[in-house]
């Protein structure tokens, strides 16, 4: 296997002179374009001397380039703005919301983080959202997402369920707060899965495991696995968390047979707190193979613009817990206080075996005054700020992110 050193060495220095060239061309593009740059920025057409206005001419295409990605940045940052209506405004949109509300015969509501900011959990995609923050290579910190309760907007929600205003909850949060509102899990569709719940998956039907902790600890893109073990045939748990770049197989809590019939069946959709990047995608929940005027009318709820806001009836820019008091009041429906003592969870939740007691650090929810929780005693203190490991966003996002580059490669 001996190379023939001369052609070896003219095929290197082929290719490192084609290298040293592509260096050099791409060196004297740059060379241009902070030329254009500076002479663009400092000063109007008005002002520019004939040898400023001479070089702009002779790189007409870095000019036209520079302009295009302006563009494109301005539209960006306008998207992640977020825009509040003035007092009035907001009021007299919400009494158009309360009209669609009463008058629909099937409403059916889709939410995404925007709805639990107030409980503390970031959302994804605002100014100091998750996602926002991964981006700009930010960690994030966990603030203990166990200790987040139903916000105003659950409530609200839970509310108008029972007053029978509302048939369906199609949701993409996996926090959980849906059900700990007391809303019936036949009316609500948890996309992404549900963190409080692990299923097994070897049984049939598949069993599931509510616990009061955050089961994703371990878990990330394609590694379901939670570590705990099935009580009634052994097998590993999973969790239910559908992660950034994977499609959710389980049939609860992700329910989108629900999801698909309430879409499907609906006259009005109201969107709270979701930049809908992700809905959007799920083409069964819009109904676009009709013709625009036998869709379910659109309603919007979100401080930034969405993707679906051309397409809406009316899109109403406030904090979600704003609008939907407004709009209780107008329907006249008192809104319930969230009550640990009455939140399912705690009857749900499936105690760990002595042996599983140590299996996860996460924090346990507080069991409410007079109800016992199982595991908190033998719990282990868990680090105060934890980096935020869970699956449900972060980690699974990037990982999905660097194979889909690897390939385009
Ligand atoms: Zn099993």
């Not at 036949?186 to 409080?196: K, P």
């Amino acid at each position: 296997m001996e190379e023939d050193p001369e052609t070896g060495n003219s095929a290197r220095t082929e290719r490192k002179a084609l290298e040293k060239a592509k260096i050099l061309q791409r060196e004297r593009e740059r060379k241009v374009f902070r030329l254009v740059r500076r002479h663009l920025k400092n000063k109007p057409e008005a002002e520019r001397s004939a040898e400023e206005a001479a070089a702009l001419l002779l790189h007409r295409e870095a000019v036209d380039e520079l302009c295009r990605r302006q563009i494109r940045r301005n539209v960006l940052k306008r998207k992640q703005e977020e825009v509040f209506d003035e007092a009035d405004e907001l009021k007299s949109k919400v009494k158009q919301l309360a009209a669609a509300v009463k008058q629909a015969n099937h409403l059916v509501v889709y939410t995404g983080a925007g709805i639990s900011t107030a409980a503390s959990i970031p959302d994804y995609r605002g100014p100091n959202g998750v996602w926002t923050q991964l981006q700009k290579g930010r960690t994030v910190s966990s603030s203990d997402l166990s200790k987040a309760a139903p916000t105003v907007t659950h409530m609200c929600i839970r509310m108008l369920h029972k007053e029978k205003l509302l048939k369906h909850v199609v949701s993409q949060n996996c926090d959980g707060l849906h059900l700990r509102s007391g809303l019936p899990r036949q009316a609500l569709s948890e996309l992404h899965g549900n963190m409080f719940i692990e299923v097994c998956t070897s049984c049939s039907p598949p069993r599931e495991f509510v616990r009061l902790f955050d089961v994703t600890e371990r878990t990330s893109l394609h590694r379901h696995g939670t570590g705990r073990r099935c009580s009634h045939c052994g097998s590993e748990l999973r969790d239910t968390i559908v992660h950034f770049g994977e499609r959710g197989t389980l049939e609860q809590p992700l329910n989108w047979k629900g999801a698909a019939e309430a879409a499907n069946e609906a006259d009005v959709i109201l969107c709270l707190g979701s930049s809908l990047k992700v809905l959007k995608k799920y083409a069964c929940l819009w109904s676009m193979s009709r013709p625009a005027n036998k869709r379910p009318k659109l309603y919007i709820v979100n401080l930034q613009w969405t993707p679906k806001d051309d397409l809406a009836v009316l899109k109403i820019h406030g904090k979600c817990d704003d609008v939907m008091r407004l709009l209780m009041e107008e329907l006249n429906i008192q809104i319930p206080e969230y009550d640990r003592a009455e939140d399912p969870i705690f009857k749900l939740a499936t105690p760990l075996r002595p042996e599983e007691v140590q299996s996860h650090n996460r924090e346990v929810l507080a069991a409410p005054d007079g109800l016992e929780s199982p595991s908190v005693e033998n719990q282990q203190p868990s680090e105060e700020t934890s980096s935020l490991q869970g699956g449900w966003f972060g980690r699974g996002y990037n990982k999905g992110r660097r194979k889909k580059k690897k390939k385009a490669a």
